[in-house]
């Protein structure tokens, strides 16, 4: 682990300062699209304006054969469009696969100052991290850049869940992490064959009355990605970093994708994946506190004054304590609402 004093170092002569606070940006829904596939790279530039981060993959959903393409695609998008506000990020390959060294060396020379995050697949540990931003700093240093990379990590090992907090305290580049369940169910052996989302199988039952053991059991399907999601949140806001949920693969199911997302924002996290356009409203949706809460916050803190003691609203007591928690969502709304007009006005019609 390096000294504290030499944290924020660059770690290569010519590289930038690294960041002290990872910027609060919107990133409600990050949304994955191949830029190897015409159909959707033809789709990049409109789909940018309705999401918060767009984000070319370069992993696994793009075909062995057209890694190259997929590469040489993002440049290109990158280099044709302003996406404005919108954040652009890539998912470049495994640390392990053949492709990785020359997806960072080809992104950063030639398109690093348009990329604001780099998401690593499948880290392991602190290790992975530690490679990944030296040769970020060595390549920002050959490109000129004057704005550091942020490196976003996938948590899909079972040896990244373990060493979940080391990764999120691994770099200043630290911006993120989100859950990669399908990896992750694979690496745990466990015996789902989905991308995310619940199993009926994995569930409680009420006791039985009396012998019979069959009828009259209620019984209550589970979170199987509740003690992932809630450990990323807590080694994510120890380290001042953010934390998401990742895909939710059936697609068709926006139901189901809703609860998820849902689970995971009431959590903490701050986002959720976009894998197809249907998706996109449902994260801006969960993401985006509701009207009715942010004026509930916004009534506490302003009947709370200098947010001590304690005092009784509509038959709640309200303290210090909760005053932090309607301080949460007052602040996140507002930092939304700063980009989303149609979100601003709903806020200001619940207040009134
Ligand atoms: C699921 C698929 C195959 C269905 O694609 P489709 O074409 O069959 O679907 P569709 O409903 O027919 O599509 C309707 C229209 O939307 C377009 N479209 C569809 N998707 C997108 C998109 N994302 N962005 C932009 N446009 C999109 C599509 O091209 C089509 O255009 P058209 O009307 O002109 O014909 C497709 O949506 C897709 O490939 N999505 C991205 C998948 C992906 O990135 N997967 C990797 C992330 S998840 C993961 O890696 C796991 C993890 C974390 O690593 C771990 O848990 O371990
Ligand atoms: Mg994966």
Same mark, same amino acid.
């Given at each position: 682990m390096r000294s504290p004093k030499d944290f924020f170092a660059p770690l290569a002569v010519g590289a930038p300062e690294p960041v002290r606070q990872i910027p609060a940006l919107p990133s409600r829904m990050i949304h994955f699209f191949d830029p190897s596939n015409e159909k959707m790279a033809a789709k990049a530039p409109e789909i940018a304006k309705k999401v918060d981060v767009l984000l070319g993959n370069l992993e696994d959903a793009v075909k062995a054969e057209r890694k190259e393409a997929a590469r040489t695609g993002l440049v290109e998008i990158a280099k044709a469009n302003d996406f404005g506000s919108t954040q652009l990020w890539t998912r470049v390959n495994s640390l392990d696969s053949p492709w990785v060294l020359d997806d960072l060396i080809? =992104?950063?020379?030639?398109?690093?100052?348009?990329? #604001?995050?780099?998401?690593?697949?499948? %880290? @392991?540990?602190?290790?992975?991290?530690?490679?990944? #931003?030296?040769? =970020?700093?060595? =390549? @920002?240093?050959?490109? +000129?850049? *004057?704005?550091? =990379?942020?490196?976003?990590?996938?948590? @899909?090992?079972? *040896? +990244? %869940?373990?060493?979940?907090?080391?990764? !999120?305290?691994?770099?200043?580049?630290?911006?993120?992490?989100?859950?990669?369940?399908?990896?992750? !169910?694979? *690496?745990?052996?466990?015996?789902?064959?989905?991308?995310? +989302?619940g199993h009926p199988g994995y569930l409680v039952r009420t006791d039985p009355v009396g012998e019979d053991l069959t009828t009259g059991r209620t019984t209550y399907q589970q979170d199987l990605w509740h003690y992932t999601v809630a450990r990323m949140v807590d080694a994510c806001a120890m380290h001042g970093i953010l934390p998401y949920y990742g895909p939710f693969g059936d697609i068709r199911d926006v139901v189901g994708c809703e609860d998820q997302f849902r689970n995971a924002f009431l959590l903490g996290c701050v986002g959720a994946w976009s894998l197809h356009p249907a998706q996109i409203d449902i994260a801006k949706r969960v993401f985006s506190p509701s009207p009715e809460d942010v004026a509930w916050a916004r009534r506490v803190i302003a009947e709370m004054g200098d947010g001590t003691g304690a005092v009784m609203i509509d038959g709640k007591m309200q303290d210090d304590a909760s005053v932090k928690q309607c301080r949460v969502v007052a602040e996140l709304a507002d930092a939304l609402a700063a980009s989303d007009p149609e979100l601003a006005e709903a806020y200001r019609e619940a207040q009134s």
């Open positions: 080809t =992104l950063v020379t030639e398109i690093g100052d348009k990329l #604001d995050v780099i998401m690593v697949p499948k %880290v @392991e540990g602190a290790q992975d991290i530690h490679y990944v #931003d030296r040769l =970020l700093a060595q =390549l @920002e240093a050959r490109a +000129g850049l *004057s704005k550091p =990379l942020l490196v976003h990590a996938i948590l @899909e090992t079972a *040896s +990244g %869940v373990a060493n979940v907090e080391e990764i !999120a305290g691994a770099s200043p580049r630290m911006q993120g992490i989100s859950l990669g369940p399908a990896d992750l !169910a694979a *690496s745990r052996r466990m015996k789902t064959t989905r991308v995310g +989302g």
